[in-house]
Each structure stands twice: as structure tokens, then as C-alpha cells.
């Protein structure tokens, strides 16, 4: 069974930062394909970004430019750092994760842009 713990969520003012921590059980280098979707109320959960085994990466539409998505292999932890902060980036984040064609979840970090 494959554990995602994530941390980092909060409030943050409209043109903030924030950086999301995701630490798997296993190691991250044996993922196929790790990264963050979202899930705003009423709404449905979409792909923010992804980064393969094969060092590709992948970012929506409305967050490329202002997010990145990065692998830390020494700490086993994938990081999502998000600038420029925007009301309509409020959401549920959960950190992704895919092995052998089976996805795995984290719990949900809660990020609210607000003034």
C-alpha cells in the first residue's frame, strides 16, 4: 500500500506563495508519473501538474508560468511551488501518484487565496 503525505497548504493573500510538500512511502523514483491535481468547490478535480519517469512534465493551461513542479530525490519529496497566487487557485490540492497503472492519493491540502 502506498502512503502520500502531504503538507504546506494554507491562506494566502492574492500574488502570494506557497509551496506543497508531497512525501511518498516509497521512493519517488519508482513512480511512473508523480504530481498535483485540484478541486475547487462545486467543481471537478483537474490535472494542475505532472512530471514522469522519463523527466517530462506536464502543466495546465492556467497555471503555467506561475507554478512549478519539482522532484527532490535526496529528501523523497515532490514539491509544487506556486507564485502569483489567484483566488481562482483556491482548492483542495492532492498530491498523485502512478505504479503499475494504479493511482494513489494524498490526503488534501486546503489552499485558500483570499485578501
Known amino acids: 500500500q502506498v502512503h502520500l503525505v502531504e503538507s504546506g497548504g494554507g491562506l494566502v493573500q492574492p500574488g502570494g506563495s506557497l509551496r506543497l510538500s508531497c512525501a511518498p512511502s516509497g521512493s519517488i523514483s519508482s513512480f511512473d508519473t508523480m504530481g498535483w491535481y485540484r478541486q475547487a468547490p462545486g467543481k471537478r478535480r483537474e490535472l494542475v501538474a505532472r512530471?514522469?519517469?522519463?523527466?517530462?512534465?506536464y502543466y495546465a493551461d492556467s497555471v503555467k508560468a506561475r507554478f512549478t513542479i519539482s522532484r527532490d530525490n535526496a529528501k523523497n519529496t515532490v514539491y509544487l511551488q506556486m507564485n502569483s497566487l489567484e483566488p481562482e487557485d483556491t482548492a483542495v490540492y492532492y498530491c498523485?501518484?502512478?505504479?503499475?497503472?494504479?493511482?494513489?492519493w494524498g490526503q488534501g491540502a486546503q489552499v485558500t487565496v483570499s485578501s
Open positions: 498523485h501518484a502512478q505504479l503499475f497503472s494504479l493511482d494513489y
Open positions: 512530471h514522469t519517469s522519463r523527466d517530462n512534465t
